[in-house]
């Protein structure tokens, strides 16, 4: 798998995992079943997309360059999120899969605190992964780690 299909996937994923268990509140609270569907499908897609941002996750490590102690250090925990991340929705995605109903109805608060979670891991990690690239420029070339260039001053015009 491509490792610069990482961002799209992460990004794909999270706003999915994160928007299910809003979705099944919502439709609970609301005694909406749309919400429930799309809670439903919000789980399956978005934890398919989290498999594979894991696998492209594994892609892009095995590209990257070099990076400071600290960087290594975030990245190994930006790893082990990515595998809790999968041990928390791969059985909530099986949960919904297999269910009849929109939600499950016996264990739906079992279920709702797998799914919150869940989305709090994805938060985590999503937090861990801005921290690589935008704290650390892991991931990035070493052009685009370069401190930028100083702005010439403007010259004014004359009379002013």
Known sequence: MPAELHPFLVHFAVGLLVAAPACDAAGLIFRREGLLHAGRWNTLIGTVAGGLATLSGIAARAELGAHSAAGEALLNLHNAFGYVMLVLWVPAALWRAFSRPAL????RTVYLALAFAGAAA???ETLLGAALVYRHGVGLSPAARAE???RPPTL???GR
């Open 156 to 158: 004014s015009a004359p």
């Open 122 to 124: 994805c938060t985590a």
């Open 104 to 107: 499950p109805g016996r264990f």
């Open 148 to 150: 930028p260039l100083p």
